[in-house]
Nanobody
């Protein structure tokens, strides 16, 4: 059974750091691009960071560039999100997503259950 399990969320003060982890199982992890999304109350889910299947390329949302770093370990089937200089506006539920393209208009994706990150003094 395909599964993504996030961990590492919590309460942190502004300017602090957190490292989110996502453990993947039940599918060929190395064939999937991995993404971190977040959703704040009353807002749409937005992509935060992405990394290609081999880890050779990353992309970030404008609001987190220079503060967040995505990485992956294809031996351990893990993806990470290092978050530094956290701001109150980073408060959201963070979701791990796995995505692979199977055809010109088809794809397979999996989602984790989410982990809460709260930035507050």
């Amino acid at each position: 059974q395909e599964q993504l399990v996030e961990s590492g969320g919590g309460l942190v003060q502004p300017g602090g750091s957190l490292r989110l982890s996502c453990a993947a199982s039940g599918f060929t992890f190395s064939k999937y691009a991995m993404n971190w999304y977040r959703q704040a109350p009353g807002k749409e889910r937005e992509v935060v960071a992405s990394i290609t299947s081999a880890g050779g390329s990353t992309n970030y949302g404008d609001s987190v560039k220079g503060r967040f770093t995505i990485s992956r370990d294809n031996v351990k089937n893990m993806v990470y999100l290092q978050m530094n200089n956290l701001k109150p506006e980073d408060t959201a539920v963070y979701y791990c997503n796995a995505l692979t393209i199977t055809g010109w208009d088809s794809f397979i994706e999996y989602w984790g259950q989410g982990t809460q990150v709260t930035v507050s003094s």
